[in-house]
C-alpha cells in the first residue's frame, strides 16, 4: 500500500511542475541554477566583466528563460501557452517587438510579438522529435533594430504513456529436450516500449505468461522462459502454444500491453527401449532357395524418432545359427533374414530362431529404465522342391594313358537324386566341351570310355563337363566339370633338335671339334631325358671322324685326321643313332653333313664350293648369278621401252584398207579435172567407214554403248565439202566415247574459189575432139607451157 501511495504521488507532481513552468515569468523568481527560467540584467547576461566585477557588482535582472516544457498529444480548442518571454528593457509602452526563430518557429511554435506569450499550435509526439531549439530576440518596434543579442532556448516535448509494448521478433520457435529437469531454461523473449525510458515508468515493462501454465514460466523483468514441470514426455505431446504479455508502467494498472506467441517443441531422447511388435514370427522357404535370398523381416518398434530408433538386429541362440543370418535395414528400421548356407529338406524341415533388437545409440541417463532391448522367436519351416541330381563330387580327375585301347574304361561319375522320390539318372557329355568326340560314356552307370586314340604330344590334358538328368523330370539337371590327364608312354624316338650343318677347315687339325649337336624327344620321363649316341656298325671305325658324348647330355664330333680336301671330297655323311632311356628304349638314325671348307689361319670359314678353284679371276657362283640376273634385267627394260614406242605410234583410230584418207589411190589415165566425177566419187571423203556405223576407239574404252550414227546418204557431185567438215567437227565434240585430245582428219579437198578450175580428168568427155584448150592461155604465165602442148596437140590431129 505505501508503494502504491508513492506512485500515485509521483504521477500527481508532473502535472503540477509542467503547470508551473508555464506559468508567466511574473508570477515566480525561478534561481539561478535551476533549469526553467534564468534571469539577466539589462545587458541581457551578454556583458563580458571580469569575475572581480562579477563578485563586486550584482547586473540587474533581464531575460527570464532557460528551458520549457510542454505535454505530447496535447489537444484542446486553443494553442497550448508553453511559455512567456520578457525583458526588463520593455517599460510596457510597447515599443519592443519579440521576434523568435529556430525549430518549427511559425509551424509549430507562434509568439505574441507583443506580450512575448509562446504557443503550441500543433499536436507534439515526442517519439517523433523530442526537443527543439529555437533562438529569442527583442528588437526596436519602429526600427526593427535588435536591442539586445539573440539567445537560444529548448523546448522539451514532455512523454505521456501512449505507447504499447511491442515484441518485434516474435512470433518465437523454441525447442526443449524431452524429461528436462524443473527449471530448464527454453529461451528469452524481447518487447520495446517508445516512450521515454528516463521519465516515469511509461517504458518500465513486466513480463507474464497467459497461456502456457503450468508447463512453462517467466522471469518478469529479464523474460526468461523456463520448464515449469519436469520430465514432460515428447511422446506424449510434442508441441506446446505459450502466450507471453509485456505490459508497462510496472505492470500497474492503466499500463499498456502487448502480446505474442512461443511455440515450444519437445525435442526427442532415447527413452524408450524397442519392443517386438510379436514375439513369435513364423516363416515358410523352399529348399532350393538361392543363398542370400530374403527369408523374411522382423520389426521392433520404438517410439523414439531418428537415430534414437535405430536398432540392431542379430540371431543369439537358436539351431540354425549357422544356415541363417540377419541383417539391419537403416531405411525400414526391421531386420532381414538371409540364407547361408544351402537347406536340404531331407536332413532337416525345420529351424528356431531367437532374435534380439536392441537400440546403437543409448543415453545413459536413461539406463536406469531398464535394458534398452526386446527379443523375438523366429520359426522357419524348411519347404520340399523337386531338387537336380547331385554329384558325388563337385569335380572330377581322370588318367588315361595315350597307348589306352579304344572303349577301354577311364573313369566313372556317380549322381544321385536328393529328392524322397529318387528318380532314376541319366548321363550324357556335353558335346559343346568335347568338339572331337574322344569320350563316350554310359547313360545308366556313368562310365567313361575312349572314343578314338589319345596322344600326349597333341594335348595333355582334356575337358569336358558331364550332364547329369533326371529321367522324371528332365527339366532337372546338373553339370559336373571333368579334367582328363593323358599320362606319357614312351612312343617317340629321340632326334637332333634341328637341322644341322658342320663345317671342315682343311686346315684342320686332328682331335678338333666339328660340331656339336644335341637331341630331343617329344615324350616326357618322369626322370627326364637321357640319350645314348653311337656311329652306324658298319661305320664305328670311321677312318675320318669320331664322337664323344658331354655331360649335358649332348654330342661332340670330332676330326680324326687333317689333310681334308675338297677337290677330292667336298662333302661327308655321317649318320648318327640316337637312343632314348625309355621302357622300351627307342632310337632313330640322324645324319650329319659336314662340308670341307677352306679357312683363314685363325680357323674362319672363308669358302665351302668347289668352283672357287675353277674361276681363275677369283668369281664365285653368286656373283656371277647377281651379274647374269643384271644383265637379264636390262633386257626386259629395252623390250619394254620398245614395245611402248610402238603402241604409241598406232593411230586412235581402226580404219580399213580402203580409207581413203591413209591411202593412195593410182588411176592410169590422166583425169578431166574436177569436173570429171563419173570415174571417182567424192562422196567416198565422208568417211567410207562411218557409212555403216561409227569407228571404234583404240586409245578408250567407252563405258557407254551408244547406237550407231546413221550414215549419210550419197550426196550429188556438188557437196559441200566445208560444210561436211563442220559436221563432223559438231559431232566429234559431242561425242563421248571421242579422245581426250584433237586428232587431224586430212582430205584431199582443194577448195573452192580456184581461178584455174580443176585439172582432173575425171569428168572429161569420151572425146577428145570436144575439148578446147585455148582458155589455158589465159590463165597466166604458170599455164603457158601447158596451154602451148594441147595446142600443138590439136594442130597435130587436123593434119
Sequence with gaps: MPERLAEMLSDLWTPLIILWITLPPCIYMAPVNQSQVLVSGSSLGRNRLSEEQRVLNRSKRGWVWNQMFVLEEFSGPEPILVGRLHTDLDPGSKKIKYILSGDGAGTIFQINDITGDIHAI????????????????????????????????IIKVQDINDNA??????????????????????????ATDADDPVYGNSAKLVYSILEGQPYFSIEPETAVIKTALPNMDREAKEEYLVVIQA????GHSGGLSGTTTLTVTLTDVNDNPPKFAQSLYHFSVPEDVILGSAIGRVKANDQDIGENAQSSYDIIDGDGTALFEITS????QDGIIRLRQPLDFETKKSYTLKVEAANVHIDPRFSGRGPFKDTATVKIVVEDSDEPPVFSSPTYLLEVHENAALNSV???????????????????????????????INADDGKLTLATPLDRELSVWHNITIIATEIRNHSQISRVPVAIKVLDVNDNAPEFASEYEAFLCENGKPGQVIQTVSAMDKDDPKNGHYFLYSLLPEMANNPNFTIKKNEDNSLSILAKHNGFNRQKQEVYLLPIIISDSGNPPLSSTSTLTIRVCGCSRDGIVQSCNVEAYVLPIGLSMGALIAILACIILLLVIVVLFVTLRRHKNEPLI??????????IIRYDDEGGGEEDTEAFDIATLQNPDGINGFLPRKDIKPDLQFMPRQGLAPVPNGVDVDEFINVRLHEADNDPTAPP???????????RGSVAGSLSSLE??????????????DWGPRFKRLGELYSVGESDKET
Design 764 to 777: 572429161s568427155s569420151t572425146s577428145d575432139s570436144d575439148q578446147n584448150f585455148d582458155y589455158l592461155s
Design 410 to 440: 577311364i573313369g566313372q561319375v556317380t549322381a544321385r537324386d536328393p529328392d524322397i522320390t529318387s528318380s532314376p539318372i541319366r548321363f550324357s557329355i556335353d558335346r559343346h566341351t568335347d568338339l572331337e568326340r574322344q569320350f563316350n
Design 247 to 250: 505490459k508497462d508502467m510496472g
Design 122 to 153: 500543433k499536436r507534439l509526439d515526442r517519439e517523433e522529435k523530442a526537443e527543439y531549439t529555437l533562438t529569442a530576440q527583442a528588437v526596436d518596434w519602429e526600427t526593427s533594430k535588435p536591442l539586445e543579442p539573440p539567445s537560444e532556448f
Design 165 to 190: 509494448p511491442e515484441f518485434l521478433n516474435g512470433p518465437y520457435h523454441a525447442t526443449v529436450p524431452e524429461m528436462s529437469i524443473l527449471g530448464t531454461s527454453v529461451t528469452n523473449v524481447t
Design 654 to 663: 581402226i580404219k580399213d584398207d580402203e580409207d581413203v584418207r591413209e591411202n
Design 741 to 751: 585430245y584433237d586428232s587431224i582428219q586430212i582430205y584431199g579437198y582443194e577448195g
Design 329 to 332: 535395414d537403416s531405411q525400414a
